[in-house]
């Protein structure tokens, strides 16, 4: 999103209680970080866990795009939650990327049906299971307490420049 030259990069993040989505929002601040790009509190809502997660997308989007300023665009905590803001998006009128830019997280199968598909953050999953696994069986004393493994960005339609 930054080097398409998107300066308004908003976030939906899901509940900080868990650890991988605390993980993602440190990468979105740490990008910023590193572009120089000022953090704007006003651009990042947190969504309660909650039985309808696309409602809560949905006022989130509200927020986000009623602001003064709204973002150029978007990164969501995961493709359920953007394919919502997409949507959301889309019923308003705007067009996406050229309104605004959205990128996921997960690559599940429905980001690349969506329409426009959906840019996300793939994870391999197989290979995070396997890592999970290999350091339950590690024997006590070995000193391994985290194990970092690479993503892909999965770039379509959603964010591609115009």
């Given at each position: ?9 908003a976030?939906i993040?899901?509940s ?6 605390q ?17 704007d509190?006003?651009l990042e809502?947190?969504?309660d866990?909650?039985?309808d997660v ?10 986000l795009l009623?602001?003064?300023?709204p973002?150029?665009a978007?990164f969501?905590y995961?493709?359920?939650?953007a ?7 889309l019923?308003l ?5 050229h309104?605004?830019a959205?990128?996921?997280f997960?690559d599940i ?9 959906l840019?996300s953050?793939r994870?391999?999953?197989?290979a995070l299971?396997?890592?999970?696994v290999e350091l339950l069986?590690r024997?006590s004393g070995?000193?391994v307490l985290?194990?970092?493994?690479p993503?892909?960005l999965v770039?379509?339609?959603s964010?591609l420049d115009?």
């Amino acid at each position: 999103l930054i080097q398409s030259g998107r300066k308004r990069i908003a976030m939906i993040a899901g509940s900080l209680a868990h650890f991988s989505i605390q993980e993602r929002g440190r990468g979105f601040h740490q990008a910023l970080f590193e572009a120089r790009l000022l953090a704007d509190p006003n651009l990042e809502i947190c969504i309660d866990d909650m039985d309808d997660v696309e409602q809560g997308v949905f006022d989130a989007m509200h927020t986000l795009l009623n602001l003064s300023k709204p973002p150029d665009a978007l990164f969501c905590y995961n493709d359920s939650a953007a394919l919502a803001a997409q949507s959301y998006c889309l019923d308003l009128g705007l067009k996406v990327p050229h309104d605004i830019a959205i990128i996921g997280f997960d690559d599940i199968s429905a980001a690349a049906k969506a329409n426009p598909p959906l840019s996300s953050i793939r994870v391999n999953k197989e290979a995070l299971g396997a890592a999970g696994v290999e350091l339950l069986l590690r024997k006590s004393g070995e000193e391994v307490l985290e194990k970092i493994l690479p993503v892909e960005l999965v770039i379509r339609e959603s964010s591609l420049d115009d």
